[in-house]
């Protein structure tokens, strides 16, 4: 575990802290894992809509007039929708 130092105070922290606990600096480190959890969070948010959407082409498909099926696919879509802006 090597050491780096703080841009802001200049104490020395461990490379894998998330933010610096002098000053509550935030590390490269910290910034990196924060946007790896905001990018699996947004791609399940669109698999969701995504699986909503094909339940909806398959239930249209194979159940001829039913209502529920256009419902589902509209919020299937708001959800993928929802999922690309999502932070």
Known sequence: M??????????????????CPKCGAPTKFGQKE???ER???????Q???CLL????LILGFTVI????AGILGT?????V????FTN
């Open 53 to 56: 959407i094909l339940l909806s």
């Open 2 to 19: 090597p050491l780096i130092e703080c841009q802001e105070c200049g104490k020395e922290i461990s490379d894998k802290a998330d933010a």
């Open 75 to 79: 919020v299937g879509l708001i959800i």
């Open 34 to 36: 924060k946007k790896k």
């Open 39 to 45: 990018n699996k969070r947004r791609s399940n948010v």
């Open 47 to 49: 698999g969701a809509g």
């Open 65 to 68: 007039g039913l209502p529920f």
């Open 81 to 84: 929708i929802i999922g690309l």
